[in-house]
Every structure is written in C-alpha cells, then in structure tokens.
C-alpha cells in the first residue's frame, strides 16, 4: 500500500535551516509529481512548493521562493524540503503528497516545524 | 483571502443532508478546471475525499457526492454521521496563478 513518512520536523530558531524529508513506499516514486504543503496552527492548508516526477519543473509559493528549495532522488523514493531563514511565519505541520496540479492522493501524517526563538 | 471562498462552517443533525460551497472564479473553477475535496479529521492529515468534480475514491462512502457548475462547486454529504465532523477542504488548478490553490476551509459540526 502507498504510504508517505515524513521527517526531520523540529524546533528551530529564526533565520535557521531545516531540512525535511519524506520517504514514499508501495508505488513507482518515479512516476509521479510530488508536493508539499503547509499548515499553521488552526489555520488552512497552503501549497507550499511541488517537482514533476523528473525534477524538470519545480513550483514554489511566494511565500516561500527563495528561501526552500524542493528535491527528489527517485533512486531512494524521496522527497526533500531544504528550507533555510527561516521565520516564525513558517511554523506548521509540513505534509508530503503524492501529485500537484491535479489531486493529491495519498498524503504523509506530517512533520512539525517550529520556528522560535 | 483565498482565491477558493468556502463557508468556515456548516452544522447538521445526525441523518440530515448538509452541502459546502467552494466558489472560484473564471482563473480556476470557471475555466473548466477540476476541483477535488479532502476530509480532514481531528488531529490527523488530509484525505482525499472527491476527485475530477465528482468522482469517489475506493472506500469513501456513497453519501458524499461531489458537484461543479460555473465558477462554483459544492460537496454534499447525506445521512449525517457523528463521523463525518471534520474540516472540508477544496482544491483546483488557477491559471493566473499557475499554482493549485485550496479554499479556506469549513468546518462541519455534526449537532
């Protein structure tokens, strides 16, 4: 069966780096658009960045371009979530899904990141 | 704001039939862009609910049902069960944008 396990959520102060990771089991990784998304304490969900199944087309919220960079190594079925100066602002459980424009069918339980000082 | 309007709250009593709007505009829903729904139950992650407008996924019950006319969409939800209250969550694609986008989010209370 699909699953998504994402890692690497934690507390961090402002300005620092985290790097999330998401480990995809039970379908051809390879074969798939993949995204993030965010969501605040009590708030919605936010697209936050997504890559086509080779990595040729990346897509990232404004809220975030230029300081996240998305990955893949379809090698490993992974999906990475470097994010750097970090803010406050930033503070949500981070889900992996699978797909992007389209729906998004199976998503991870979610990482926590914390940004305080 | 987002670009997708949902109302941040819907209530129904057990057994009642409840819908939730999700309304968009001639960039997104209008264009003929599909529009998917996700169930998100206390405390866990998002589930897809609807998918293409109306289409259920394996083992998602009948009495949700999904619909799109215009620039807007609605999730029905029938025979109201303690269960169902979550958060309902809209998605589509908006060209001007060229990002998917999610409503805001509402709320059902199941009385």
């Known amino acids: 069966q699909v699953q998504l396990v994402e890692s690497g959520g934690g507390l961090v102060k402002p300005g620092g780096s985290l790097r999330l990771s998401c480990a995809a089991s039970?379908?051809?990784?390879?074969?798939?658009?993949m995204s993030w998304i965010r969501q605040a304490p009590g708030k919605g969900l936010e697209w936050v960045s997504y890559i086509s199944s080779s990595g040729s087309t990346i897509y990232y919220a404004d809220s975030v371009k230029g300081r996240f960079t998305i990955s893949r190594d379809n090698a490993k079925n992974s999906l990475y979530l470097q994010m750097n100066s970090l803010r406050a602002e930033d503070t949500a459980v981070y889900y992996c899904?699978?797909?992007?424009?389209?729906?998004?069918?199976?998503w991870g339980q979610g990482t926590l990141v914390t940004v305080s000082s | 704001q987002s670009v997708l309007t949902q109302p941040p709250s819907v209530s129904g009593a057990p057994g009642q039939r409840v819908t939730i709007s999700c309304t968009g505009s001639?960039?997104?829903?209008?264009?003929?862009?599909?529009v998917h729904w996700y169930q998100q139950l206390p405390g866990t992650a998002p589930k897809l609910l609807i998918y293409g407008n109306s289409n259920r996924p394996s083992g998602v019950p009948d009495r949700f049902s999904g619909s799109k006319s215009g620039t807007s969409a609605s999730l029905a939800i029938t025979g109201l069960q303690a269960e169902d209250e979550a958060d309902y969550y809209c998605q589509s694609y908006d060209s001007s944008l060229s990002a998917s986008v999610f409503g805001g989010g509402t709320k059902l209370t199941v009385l």
């Open positions: 039970g379908f051809t990784f390879s074969d798939y658009y």
């Open positions: 899904a699978r797909g992007a424009v389209a729906r998004l069918d199976y």
């Open positions: 001639s960039s997104n829903i209008g264009a003929g862009y599909d």
